[in-house]
């Protein structure tokens, strides 16, 4: 079975707060990266974008805070393609790492691909792009899911 | 009517990414930094943390993107709370500017109260904080909303 893209980091010491862990934020910094990784997996690299002037935008993240991370670990976020349609991906990720048994994190994000005209409004994916994120959608259905899906956050 | 707690902050240069506004996890480092801000208003400040080994840990966070930030930008986040228990607090935030008639984003955080000990452990608050959250959710009660709620992210 083909895997899912992954994309590593070791966790720098500026991004441990007064927790001794490692800070919300930077999950959120990481995931970003691995986003800007997916978009290279699908064909929406920096020489798409400049040549096209689309790229894409965040709408929506979620994360899930599951497990504390240390300096010391290094994390690999498994991404995968939970739901597409002509012009937008809902992406689901999972952070994992050797001293952990169960993710540390997992999250979704929801993503525009937008052209970046005078105005930046959101565009229909080109055909081939569109045939790469279909067949990760496909390859994700076959995984074990990548977290617990998104909900509304509330005290129950 | 008395005003909720704000954080501010300009826009640093390596936080614009390759679509040239504000990357998505920096709006979570400023989200961040309000959350430090709002400790602190609650009483769980340096000298709480290290007196008591408590502290407050991220459960989940859910962030709305709204529109664009560029380095030009100064924002104002303003926090509120929209429900707690004896060991949680459920926060609202708005993230605005002077250039933009609606906000840039909005978000929420799950919190945790947690005792460090030799394994962290959630923990009720101690009196004086627990009615300091309160009032904090009562004078947020009194407010506009601080943005849409949180919702399962989906594709409809």
Not at 99 to 103: I, K, V
């Given at each position: 079975m083909p895997s899912l893209p992954t994309y590593k980091t070791p966790i720098h010491a500026h991004w441990i707060d007064f927790n001794g862990h490692l800070r919300d934020a930077y999950y959120g910094l990481i995931l970003s990266y691995a986003t800007d990784d997916l978009m290279d997996f699908l064909g929406m690299d920096a020489a798409y974008r400049s040549g096209t002037k689309n790229t894409l935008y965040s709408l929506e993240l979620h994360i899930y805070y599951l497990r504390e991370v240390k300096q010391s670990d290094e994390l690999t976020v498994t991404a995968g393609i939970i739901g597409s349609d002509k012009k937008r991906i809902h992406a689901a990720f999972s952070m994992t790492c050797p001293?952990?048994?169960?993710?540390a994190a997992t999250a979704e994000f929801m993503l525009l691909h937008v052209h970046q005209g005078i105005e930046p409004k959101g565009a229909a994916f080109p055909d081939d792009i569109r045939a790469k994120v279909e067949a990760l959608k496909a390859l994700s259905a076959t995984h074990p899911a990548l977290g617990a899906a998104s909900r509304k956050i509330e005290l129950r």
């Open positions: 001293r952990l048994s169960a993710p």
